[in-house]
């Protein structure tokens, strides 16, 4: 996003250009979405994980299908400002913060304060890309004269 507009990610109570009084609108997961309207390989990752990002993203276009990518990454311009969270060295700090190593379950005590972001692979279903399926459709079903 630019210029600092409030998103349907923007969580609730920060300030934006477009929400000078705070958002109050909830907020949503926009993976949970795509993996809910069925995409086929759903990913998230930060921005101070340039490795890892690479792998994903290289990962979302070799698959056979709609990927969703997204990656989080913070504006210290005007939305880091207007909410008071620090410099640009500070608010990409507090991604480490707000990571949750995939290699942890819940039941594992966390080395920093639990996040709430999942990163990596979030899900990868196995259904036919819409193109194929398509094809096999019109297969079974053409008519022979």
Same mark, same amino acid.
Request: charged share 25%.
């Given at each position: 996003?630019?210029?600092?507009?409030?998103?349907?990610?923007?969580? $609730?109570?920060?300030?934006?250009?477009? +929400?000078?009084?705070?958002?109050?609108?909830?907020?949503?997961?926009?993976?949970?979405?795509?993996?809910?309207?069925?995409?086929?390989?759903?990913?998230?990752?930060?921005?101070? $994980?340039?490795?890892?990002?690479?792998?994903?993203?290289?990962?979302?276009?070799? =698959? =056979?299908?709609?990927?969703?990518?997204?990656?989080?990454?913070?504006?210290?311009?005007?939305?880091?400002?207007?909410?008071?969270?620090?410099?640009?060295?500070?608010?990409?700090?507090?991604?480490?913060?707000?990571?949750?190593?995939?290699?942890?379950?819940?039941?594992?005590?966390?080395?920093?304060?639990?996040?709430?972001?999942?990163?990596?692979?979030?899900?990868?279903?196995?259904?036919?890309?819409?193109?194929?399926?398509? $094809?096999?459709?019109?297969?079974? =079903?053409? =008519?022979? +004269?």
């Amino acid at each position: 996003m630019t210029s600092g507009q409030g998103s349907p990610t923007t969580s $609730q109570d920060r300030y934006t250009t477009t +929400s000078p009084l705070g958002n109050h609108e909830p907020n949503f997961d926009a993976c949970k979405l795509a993996e809910a309207a069925g995409a086929g390989l759903v990913g998230r990752e930060v921005t101070m $994980q340039p490795p890892a990002m690479k792998n994903l993203i290289k990962e979302g276009i070799e =698959h =056979h299908g709609f990927s969703f990518i997204e990656i989080i990454s913070d504006c210290t311009e005007i939305y880091g400002r207007k909410n008071e969270l620090g410099s640009s060295a500070e608010m990409v700090l507090s991604q480490k913060k707000g990571l949750l190593p995939d290699y942890y379950d819940a039941k594992v005590e966390r080395p920093f304060r639990p996040g709430s972001w999942t990163t990596g692979v979030l899900a990868n279903n196995k259904r036919p890309e819409y193109y194929d399926a398509y $094809q096999e459709y019109c297969r079974r =079903h053409s =008519h022979s +004269s």
